[in-house]
């Protein structure tokens, strides 16, 4: 087989994964591997250092001018050294400590260079890991606001089961039965919503109202007094109002407390509620 030729062999040398003596002759498959990665990371290489020189010099002149670094020069930092990962990870690592050995001559000049080239990486390591502190808050923000929306939707979710379950139940009824069961008209019920002595949920576009407005054993114009009093709020927060438990009532519901003769004290608590 023909020796190398000269440019093979410097190529060769330039990127091989271990030393060839010259005048050896060496497999052509290895000496194609050789120039097809010498040819190939060299410019990569390059390109990708002056590029990251570039970057340097903008962080540089802004820090200079204590100036906040734009996002996009953050980016492009951030893509160069994927870019140089991909370059790290393509270089023929696993020949560089015996090729380093063959260089070095002496044993202490190998070490020494080892011990170089395994603190830079330590180093690259360390700053990226600082980097990603720094920009932790960001994350924790960002898994905040997930939390929050995901725990928003939740609540969302649970509102619409239950409207939904009261609904079918009954609790919830049209605005026609209830009139119907109040004995008046849809007008008169549409009065009192406006002057807001009623108050009802929508779903899909159609007005529910509590089917307790309509109960002979409740007192209307006491639960109208009291609606009223919660104000503008809406129809969802003044059925929660009258349907849950309140200390400043002896843990009754208002409903409750109302059917114990207790409206003052109703009053009372609608018009706290209506400040929170």
């Not at 040398?13 to 000496?31: E, H, I, M, Y």
């Not at 609904?167 to 549409?190: H, K, N, P, T, W």
């Not at 779903?203 to 409740?218: C, E, N, Q, T």
Request: glycine residues 6%.
């Amino acid at each position: 087989m023909a020796a190398i030729p000269a440019v093979a062999k410097s190529t060769q040398r330039s990127a091989r994964t271990g030393p060839v003596k010259a005048g050896k002759q060496a497999p052509l498959a290895d000496v194609s591997m050789y120039l097809h990665r010498g040819f190939a990371l060299a410019p990569a290489l390059a390109e990708a250092a002056e590029k990251l020189q570039q970057a340097r010099r903008e962080i540089v002149q802004h820090k200079t001018a204590a100036a906040p670094v734009e996002p996009g020069v953050v980016m492009d930092v951030l893509a160069l050294m994927e870019s140089a990962s991909s370059l790290l990870k393509a270089l023929p690592l696993d020949g560089v400590m015996p090729d380093l050995r063959s260089r070095s001559g002496a044993r202490s000049t190998y070490y020494r260079q080892r011990k170089q080239m395994l603190d830079r990486f330590r180093q690259v390591v360390a700053d990226v890991e600082q980097a990603q502190s720094r920009l932790e808050p960001a994350r924790v923000e960002e898994q905040s606001a997930e939390q929050t929306t995901a725990f928003i939707e939740k609540i969302r979710c649970e509102a619409e089961e239950s409207l939904r379950r009261m609904i079918g139940s009954g609790e919830l009824v049209r605005g026609d039965v209830l009139a119907e069961r109040l004995g008046i008209s849809m007008q008169a019920v549409s009065k009192a919503l406006a002057a807001r002595r009623m108050f009802c949920i929508e779903h899909k576009g159609v007005r529910y109202f509590p089917a307790w407005l309509a109960d002979s054993r409740h007192d209307r114009r006491q639960i109208e007094k009291v609606s009223k009093a919660l104000g503008d709020m809406p129809g969802s927060a003044k059925l929660a109002f009258f349907t849950v438990p309140r200390g400043s009532l002896a843990d009754q519901t208002p409903l409750e407390a109302l059917a114990a003769g207790k409206l003052a004290l109703v009053l009372n608590a609608a018009q706290a509620f209506a400040q929170t």
